[in-house]
């Protein structure tokens, strides 16, 4: 048995639970509007860091390694591209609608 692999999800679920656990703690169960600038912070930072592994991904899979026709560069090029223009369209939508 590899008790690598059990320790790292041992480790990974009592982080899993853990972590809304005091999430929740310390906002609150109701979502006011401190808790929603918090959750659109997260949302916020999160696309960034997609946005930015995604693309430096696909540079260093294009540029460096000159494997831009493998499945990996798809997934990226998708991913990078709905976050990216994704994020653009709803930006407009939303200036629109609200």
């Keep these: 048995m590899e008790w690598d ?4 999800v041992l480790v ?3 982080v899993g639970i853990s ?3 005091v999430y929740r703690r310390n906002v609150g169960h109701d979502l006011d509007e401190r808790a929603e600038r918090i959750e659109e912070k997260a949302a916020l930072r999160i696309l960034n860091v997609v946005q930015i592994t995604s693309g430096l991904e696909m540079v260093y899979l294009a540029f460096i390694t000159g494997e831009a026709n493998n499945l990996a560069f798809a997934f990226l090029s998708l991913t990078f591209f709905i976050a990216t223009f994704g994020h653009l369209l709803l930006k407009v939508y939303y200036s629109r609608v609200m």
């Design 12 to 14: 990974g679920m009592a």
């Design 19 to 21: 972590l809304p656990l």
């Design 5 to 8: 692999i059990l320790i790292g």
